[in-house]
């Protein structure tokens, strides 16, 4: 067994996170008060303990006032399109080089975050989908991560608009990938990119995909019997076949292959599943179905930016998208973390055990290094003489 020669500290974490965050976001000190390192670490703080910049400010000691972080923050950020190239350098900064050179399993997302309010200039900033959390507008975010365990590294994420095209949304982050020199052997995409355009894109970019198809047609029941996709939801063996999906407006067609997995769940319940595939050989409707499920790991992905996504009510859309970033670059550090420190060296590669350090112990790293840098509020004054039964535990 290999022993542990090394000691990771807190403060060079908090270190490894701040220098990634100034390098990419490129924040200029605002005034004497608030340097990008401060501001940055009230970022980093306020994400870490889930809260508000407000908060951030009120519970440290040496850290100016949130009125003075508002306006750096306001101050240094740039437009729309600079300010998702320099997350998106961000969320790189970490990744491993070994990865880049070997041709992973990449997937597409879309990730919708519920917003009860009002757009702030434009309505195109939001998007309309089924009610969720009470409401049926949202923010929504593609984004573009690595499926392997111990390494999922998210690789880009891009702010969806209404009514934008979603081959586009695949174009822009299959091009991110490439620019870091990644070229996928598989991409796995969520059914919401279930259309002819993205279709037809990926086959053209010779990019192997797989993803589930969407019910479509009359109903099983129906007195005339299925059509489009539904027949394949009414089978009852599993097997392979062929499909052309047809769009409505432009005539165009795109042929894929149909995977149809019919299986009986824990409950004896038998459901069918069916999947939709190019580029590859499948080995079977089992292996189909075993495979897409590795892509079912972005939602730890999703959960662990809950864990970290930092509070806030302002209504600015570029607010709101550097707090779905900063998360998922957090995460980034963490995986990196493990990749490049916590890791076993192992016959053939790494042994990763992410359990070494988990993700809450690792944003509670970072919570007790910028404590201890700026120092922490722990006594309030009052406006009323302390009941006795405080009095006597006062120091």
Wanted: charged residues 20%; positive net charge.
């Amino acid at each position: 067994m290999c022993k542990d020669h090394y000691t990771l500290r807190r403060e060079v974490v908090h270190q490894k996170t701040r220098s990634l965050l100034a390098a990419a976001l490129e924040f200029c000190d605002y005034g004497r008060s608030c340097p990008a390192s401060l501001l940055l670490s009230l970022l980093v703080l306020a994400a870490s303990r889930v809260t508000s910049l407000f908060q951030a400010c009120v519970g440290t000691a040496r850290a100016c006032c949130y009125e003075t972080a508002r306006k750096a923050l306001c101050a240094n950020l740039p437009d729309e399109f600079e300010l998702a190239r320099r997350l998106n350098v961000a969320l790189a900064g970490v990744l491993p080089r070994a990865l880049v050179r070997r041709r992973p399993w990449l997937a597409i997302d879309l990730h919708l975050c519920p917003y009860h309010g009002q757009p702030e200039s434009d309505p195109e900033e939001l998007v309309r989908d089924r009610s969720k959390s009470g409401t049926t507008h949202f923010h929504a975010y593609a984004t573009l991560y690595v499926v392997r365990h111990g390494q999922r590294f998210t690789l880009a994420l891009m702010w969806v608009k209404a009514h934008e095209r979603l081959v586009n949304v695949v174009k822009q982050l299959l091009q991110r990938a490439g620019q870091l020199g990644i070229r996928p052997a598989l991409v796995l995409v969520d059914k919401a990119f279930w259309n002819v355009e993205t279709i037809r894109y990926l086959q053209a970019a010779g990019s192997p995909f797989l993803m589930p198809v969407v019910e479509r047609g009359r109903k099983l029941d129906d007195p005339r019997g299925p059509t489009s996709t539904r027949q394949f939801f009414g089978w009852r063996t599993s097997g392979f076949s062929s499909y052309t999906l047809r769009s409505k407006g432009y005539g165009r067609t795109a042929t894929v292959s149909i995977a149809v997995s019919r299986f009986s769940e824990a409950s004896g319940r038998q459901r069918t599943l069916v999947y939709a595939y190019w580029g590859f050989t499948a080995r079977s409707t089992a292996w189909i179905r075993e495979t897409y499920r590795r892509r079912y790991g972005i939602e730890s992905s999703y959960r662990q930016l809950n864990q970290s996504r930092m509070r806030t009510s302002s209504r600015s859309p570029l607010i709101r998208l550097m707090r779905i970033a900063l998360s998922l670059i957090l995460r980034n550090v963490w995986v990196w973390l493990h990749y490049e420190a916590l890791s076993t060296p192992h016959r053939g590669g790494r042994k990763i055990t992410l359990g070494r350090m988990h993700y809450q112990t690792f944003l509670a790293w970072l919570i007790t290094a910028i404590e201890n840098l700026f120092g922490t509020v722990d006594a309030q004054l009052t406006q009323r003489q302390l009941p006795p039964t405080l009095r006597a535990i006062t120091p």
